[in-house]
């Protein structure tokens, strides 16, 4: 059977706590985490390959020329992305990867690589959202509704994913499973396995 790895992009606006449910997943199953490429410079702690791969702007704009960028994106001057090759090499060897990326850098890696499963994380409602940004208290009301206003955007672009998780409060352990449980039916798609009739045809 068909043993290539799952590459997995959550993608979801500030406050649908999807970093959270990335970490929960990876405890629960063997995910790989893909490091991002970055041009800024390390912060005290930060380590090459583990946290980013640090390079320098010749060198990341040399990559996107070469195809060698799955996604990138510029943010306060600096270049921010996710290397092809390390995705590529730990697919084949049946690896499943998680991107935990907005929406831009998903869409980007869907146009690249179609197979790519496409999941959005959101909170019941717009309340739920609001309650979770102001629960922060780091924020003030302009910052608020400036990330309201950008989660109401980004909530546009999700009928171009394949599936909507729905985080509830408290819930974090069942948007796990959900997320679970549609890779557990992607790796049942026939497209996936497409081999298995030669077992039968010999």
């Not at 090759?85 to 084949?92: G, I, Q, S, T």
């Not at 499963?117 to 003030?140: C, F, H, K, Q, S």
């Not at 672009?157 to 985080?167: E, G, K, L, W």
């Amino acid at each position: 059977m068909n043993q290539k790895g799952l590459l997995v992009i959550i993608s979801g606006p500030a406050g649908s706590g999807k970093g959270t449910i990335v970490s929960r997943l990876r405890e629960l199953a063997p995910f790989d985490f893909s490091v991002s490429a970055t041009t800024r410079k390390p912060r005290p702690g930060e380590l090459h390959g583990v946290h980013y791969y640090f390079v320098d702007k010749a060198d990341f704009e040399s990559k996107i020329e070469q195809g060698e960028m799955l996604e990138y994106a510029q943010y306060v001057g600096n270049y921010y992305g996710t290397p092809k090759k390390p995705v590529e090499d730990a697919l084949a060897e049946g690896k499943n990867i998680i991107l935990d990326i907005e929406v831009k850098g998903a869409l980007q890696v869907k146009e690249k690589m179609p197979e790519a499963i496409m999941i959005y994380v959101l909170p019941p409602d717009y309340e739920t959202l609001l309650a979770r940004i102001r629960g922060r208290g780091t924020e003030t009301e302009e910052v608020i509704q400036k990330r309201m206003n950008e989660a109401k955007n980004e909530i546009k672009t999700f009928p171009r994913y394949d599936y909507v998780v729905i985080n509830r409060d408290g819930g974090v352990d069942r948007a796990a499973q959900d997320v679970l449980t549609i890779l557990s039916a992607e790796k049942m798609r026939t497209l996936r396995n497409a081999d298995i009739p030669e077992n039968f045809f010999r």
